[in-house]
């Protein structure tokens, strides 16, 4: 079945950092790819997206890019805050539009 | 726009009681999801709703696990006879339209359930 494997963690960064998270999936047909975010104390919320083969997502100085040839959405943001200390999540849908499949979750430390 | 509610945020409760979490999406979203997560791991679907019909419950414990949305808005998730291993946080989100891959789901705070 269609899966998300991200790395483990604690990453732990020291402020203005380069940032990668690696997630890689395995799904049938053309899936959506996504990257949530957990605050501490918070809910989850949509960090970007992207919906098609090199298509790349983007938001609060975050990146990452649908890589089909290495079924690939690595996270990256090239100068961390310690607001960014939270548990980042790779997530996917598949084709048939069901829910999201999310891998188990990366935690981020950023110290200043 | 208000978000996803749900309630309560936490519960304490012994093995072999019931609970019941209460969810209300975002105004005009027709679809709508229960995920559990376990700590140290990500959300898994329990059930997705279109509407007030089922579109996916294949990973509902129904022996145990039952879901409604009436009239398609609020929706009620309960446990009963809750067990040791259902102890996790208890997610609600909600997407517009139909179920599409990249439609994006707005999530609820939690309910974070502990089990004695």
């Known amino acids: 079945g269609d899966s998300v494997t991200q790395m483990e963690g604690p990453v732990t960064l020291s402020e203005e950092a380069f940032l990668t998270i690696n997630c890689t999936y395995t799904?049938?047909?053309?899936?959506?790819l996504f990257w949530y975010v957990q605050y501490p104390g918070e809910g989850l919320q949509l960090l970007l997206k992207?919906?098609?083969?090199?298509d790349k997502g983007s938001n609060k100085g975050f990146e990452a890019t649908y890589r089909k040839e290495t079924t690939s959405f690595h996270l990256e943001k090239g100068s961390v805050q310690v607001s960014d200390s939270a548990v980042y999540f790779c997530?996917?849908?598949?084709?048939?539009?069901?829910?999201?499949?999310f891998g188990k979750g990366t935690t981020l430390s950023v110290s200043s | 726009e208000a978000g996803v509610a749900q309630s309560p945020r936490y519960k304490i409760i012994e093995k072999r009681q019931s609970v019941a979490f209460w969810c209300n999406p975002i105004s005009g979203h027709a679809t709508l999801y229960w995920y559990q997560q376990i700590l140290g791991q990500g959300p898994k679907l329990l059930i997705q709703?279109?509407?007030?019909?089922?579109?996916?419950d294949s990973q509902l414990p129904k022996d145990r696990f039952s879901a409604e949305r009436l009239k398609g808005v609020d929706s009620t998730l309960k446990i009963q006879p809750a067990k040791l291993e259902d102890s996790a946080v208890y997610l609600c989100a909600s997407s517009l339209g139909d179920s599409g891959g990249a439609k994006t789901q707005y999530f609820g705070p939690g309910t974070r359930l502990l089990v004695l």
């Open positions: 709703f279109q509407n007030n019909g089922v579109v996916d």
């Open positions: 997530a996917l849908a598949n084709q048939a539009g069901t829910a999201l499949i």
């Open positions: 992207a919906t098609k083969a090199d």
């Open positions: 799904a049938t047909g053309y899936p959506s």
